[in-house]
């Protein structure tokens, strides 16, 4: 479906049926986001994307899957209830804050060169609850 279609058919939706257009739709079309947009309440596959960036606040119900992304940073305030998985990006830092609960995959991700501790301290106040798997 062409890009314009589906901008009409969100259009359509949000002033009838007053549902916003989903997080990534906005995020790839440079659309702001509000405030429940940063509250996903599932998992969330960016894994081969495009996305550069992702909104400070975001909370993850979820899984977080950014492998072979674009994405060379994390926001701050992120936070992901399942499992986070940066393998294969150039993200080379983890925010102070960053709450994870439960594994961090940084398979082939410039984040190899840190130790789990390292990791772990870069991250505090935040939390890696599971194992930081390489």
Wanted: hydrophobic share 40%; charged share 30%; aromatic share 8%.
């Amino acid at each position: 479906m062409e890009k314009e279609k589906l901008k009409r058919i969100f259009d359509f939706f949000k002033k009838n049926e007053g549902q916003n257009p989903p997080f990534f739709w906005k995020l790839i079309n440079n659309i702001p986001l509000i405030e429940d947009d940063l509250n996903i309440e599932g998992d969330l596959d960016l894994s081969h994307s495009n996305v550069i960036l992702l909104p400070e606040g975001l909370k993850v119900g979820g899984n977080l899957l950014l492998a072979f992304s674009r994405i060379t940073s994390l926001p701050k305030g992120l936070k992901v209830e399942g499992y986070l998985s940066v393998s294969y990006t150039q993200i080379n830092s983890l925010p102070k804050g960053l709450e994870v609960g439960r594994n961090l995959f940084i398979k082939d991700a410039k984040l190899v060169k840190y130790s789990s501790d390292e990791l772990r301290e870069m991250v505090k106040p935040g939390f890696i609850k599971g194992e930081i798997l390489r």
